[in-house]
């Protein structure tokens, strides 16, 4: 067993990978039950259809703008400690959302759940990598992963059953039983409190990356309806590029920084993070568009239109499984090659057919979207981890979950600037939902063309089961903590 492995009796470690997988199942899951309910959010409270997704992108994008710092505190003052305190406050922000009966308070408690998930997140991954050796790592990253991807793509039919059924103020409510699940898991298993007390926690950096990430994507999301060349949009653009650069040299700067930009230097490492923005960008997007393009132009109901994603989910929890254990004897780059490969031809898939209005032909599209990610998601995330020694972990997570956010959340922006730039240009469409599927098509095709960049990444990751070692890093840079 890796000596950075902590001990404890196999009962107690599952106890420990049960709950950290309902810690992120939980997280996923909250980004998409949102997606079916959108039309009734959005009747309800007085928001267009398009503009309610925003219900889904200020929860990815709080979540990505904090998960570094999450990440941080985590290492410092305890992940369980942090673990604990992120559910609470997810839990929270989930019962007044749940309540809201305006957008404003809506969307403020979304953004506060994405902070409770930024503080769970990265405490978890590195609670799970921590606990097992290395040679068991492709096996319990399956579990915990490949299932909170499943759940991610459940998300739609749990919420079409509660819309349905108890309206959609319940998708949030049903967070209590699965918090409850948690905590008795984590009591069973002696979750290990892990930190490295004494280091600086970078305030600055953490002030300066959300606002950079909001007013980038919202710029995005909001171009159309402002007008591409119109002040606003351009200030917003610029001055979210601007501060993103004064942050990447800060953070280069200081010897404890909340990114560590020196992490990707590691190649590998790099191009897994690349290809989890890359997958994350079109599950999200796809989640928030192919719900709507159900709904609106296939006419499905808010449970149709959720069932109607176990055409993705299916596959990729049957995959992934096996997935999982491929990576343990061969390494990433061959299962991520074929993977990207074939969710890319999936998503163009999807694009091709969605004109013919035939849901069989969608479907087929959705299962080899499902079969990809399943055979990239698992190898993807524990070959990046492994790569890392323990003491950096919680930082490297953290980036991974910042590029997977940061990819969901500039995936459903660039897909509702897309759709109504499309719309905007098509005479009438706006108030006819069946001609909009042109516009749905062009989306679905950008998320093929990011795909494909994904798939041109992963050539790049070394080959065989020698590229999951730890690179020593320990030499080459100022660690995370002293």
């Not at 998960?67 to 505190?73: D, H, I, M, T, Y």
């Not at 492994?386 to 003491?391: E, K």
Request: net charge positive; proline share 5%.
């Amino acid at each position: 067993m890796s000596q950075e492995t902590i001990q404890h009796t196999p009962a107690q470690r599952r106890w420990i990978l049960m709950s950290m997988t309902a810690v992120l199942s939980m997280v996923m899951m909250n980004e998409t039950t949102v997606a079916v309910a959108l039309p009734s959010i959005a009747r309800d409270l007085g928001m267009s259809v398009h503009r309610s997704s925003a219900v889904i992108s200020v929860y990815i994008l709080s979540f990505a703008s904090f998960v570094a710092f999450g990440g941080r505190l985590g290492d410092l003052f305890g992940r369980r400690n942090f673990l604990i305190i992120g559910i609470l406050v997810f839990f929270l922000a989930a019962l007044a959302c749940g309540f809201a009966r305006s957008r404003e308070v809506l969307l403020g408690a979304r953004f506060i759940q994405g902070i409770g998930a930024a503080l769970m997140v990265p405490a978890s991954a590195a609670i799970v990598v921590n606990n097992f050796s290395l040679e068991e790592r492709g096996r319990v990253m399956a579990i915990y992963a490949g299932i909170a991807q499943v759940f991610l793509s459940f998300g739609p039919v749990i919420g079409g059953v509660l819309t349905e059924n108890f309206g959609w103020g319940s998708i949030f409510f049903m967070n209590l039983p699965i918090v409850i699940a948690c905590f008795v898991a984590m009591l069973l298993g002696r979750v290990p409190n892990r930190a490295t007390p004494g280091g600086q926690l970078d305030l600055a950096g953490a002030l300066i990356l959300p606002p950079s990430l909001f007013a980038f994507v919202l710029a995005i999301q909001e171009g159309s309806s402002w007008g591409w060349t119109s002040v606003r949009v351009w200030t917003f653009l610029v001055g979210g590029l601007t501060l993103f650069i004064v942050f990447y040299f800060l953070e280069r700067r200081r010897e404890q920084p909340l990114i560590n930009f020196l992490l990707l230097r590691i190649s590998a490492f790099r191009v897994d993070a690349i290809i989890l923005f890359c997958v994350q960008f079109s599950i999200a997007a796809m989640a928030v568009y192919g719900v709507l393009y159900v709904q609106r132009v296939l006419k499905f109901s808010p449970l149709g239109s959720g069932a109607a994603q176990l055409a993705m989910a299916i596959p990729l929890l049957l995959v992934t499984q096996v997935a999982g254990r491929i990576f343990d004897r061969m390494g990433a780059r061959r299962l991520v090659l074929s993977g990207m490969g074939l969710a890319t031809t999936g998503c163009f898939v999807v694009a091709g057919v969605i004109t013919l209005e035939s849901f069989p032909a969608y479907a087929f599209g959705l299962a080899l979207i499902g079969a990809g990610f399943g055979m990239t998601l698992t190898p993807v995330n524990a070959d990046a981890l492994s790569r890392i020694p323990a003491s950096f972990r919680g930082q490297a997570s953290g980036i991974l979950q910042t590029m997977r956010q940061a990819g969901g959340a500039l995936g459903i922006a660039a897909m509702t600037a897309v759709v109504a730039l499309v719309v905007s240009a098509t005479p009438g469409a706006s108030g006819h939902p069946e001609m909009q599927t042109h516009a749905f098509r062009w989306a679905f095709a950008l998320a093929g063309l990011i795909n494909l960049l994904g798939f041109a990444a992963a050539f790049f990751l070394p080959p065989g089961r020698q590229a999951v070692e730890p690179v020593d890093l320990e030499g080459a840079m100022q660690p995370p903590l002293p």
